[in-house]
């Protein structure tokens, strides 16, 4: 019986030994395929750039550069969510890092980025659409707030709606020249706003955006 027990064991332990490896595999794998996504859509980022090159309409060229930055930005995070050390990504961090990539890209001066935001985390599918909704609010506060080198704050603030609630807040604000008269969100045709707005929807989210000292932009949506 003693026989039979320790040979049941040696299987048992043989069998743990293959599990453990074929996991150990497909975590090499999983990995391995994170990584060529994120240098595929670096690829396809640069093949926009090159075509570009081949364009001679202002707009056209206009379009394929901002195309291949936002590509871009998805491997960027992409490459972020799928760390190979397997940190789990802080969002607080990882939004001033993009600020600072944003401005640092767009060569702004005079024009300070602050972020405050609770150790919250975000659930990994919805930290690709957050990070567009923000570049595209970053991009326009420094196109459209701060003409003419004038100098500014952007805030970006992320909180839960309330303390325990189970709605997250996220605000972009500038105390920049505020939105056009007659600016109405519903009707914003922008390409920019379109895809805040597209984005929002993908989200289960709302968004408002107001003058008041400049302009904010509230979105809030479900944890
Ligand atoms: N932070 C802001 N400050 C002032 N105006 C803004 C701001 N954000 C958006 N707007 C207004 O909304 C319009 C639409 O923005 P958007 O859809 O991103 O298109 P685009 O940036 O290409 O003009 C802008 O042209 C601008 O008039
Ligand atoms: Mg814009």
């Not at 299987?11 to 599990?19: C, H, I, P, T």
């Not at 760390?83 to 300070?112: H, K, M, T, Y």
């Not at 420094?142 to 839960?160: Q, S, Y």
Request: proline share 4%; glycine share 8%; net charge neutral.
């Amino acid at each position: 019986v003693i026989n039979a027990m320790n040979r049941s064991l040696e299987r048992l332990r043989q069998e743990e030994a293959r599990s453990a490896a074929l996991a150990r595999d497909r975590e090499t794998l999983f990995k391995e395929l994170q990584h060529r996504i994120s240098n595929n859509l670096g690829i396809v980022s640069a093949l926009l750039n090159l075509q570009r090159a081949d364009v001679e309409d202002p707009k056209a060229k206009h379009a394929l550069t901002e195309a291949a930055t936002r590509l871009q930005l998805i491997a960027k995070i992409h490459r972020k969510l799928h760390d190979p050390a397997g940190a789990q990504l802080r969002f607080g961090p990882f939004l001033e890092d993009l600020c600072r990539d944003i401005l640092e890209a767009s060569g702004a001066r005079n024009i300070v980025c602050l972020v405050t935001a609770a150790d919250a985390q975000i659930a990994p599918e919805r930290t690709i659409p957050l990070a567009l909704i923000v570049t595209e609010l970053i991009s326009n506060a420094l196109e459209h707030g701060f003409e003419a080198g004038r100098p500014g704050t952007i805030r970006i603030d992320f909180a839960p709606e309330r303390p325990g609630s189970r709605e997250q807040v996220l605000t972009v604000s500038d105390d920049g020249a505020g939105l056009p008269d007659g600016f109405s969100l519903e009707n914003a045709t922008g390409l920019g706003l379109r895809i805040v707005k597209s984005l929002t929807r993908q989200l289960d989210g709302r968004l408002v955006m107001e003058t008041a000292g400049g302009t904010t932009c509230r979105l809030v949506f479900p944890a």
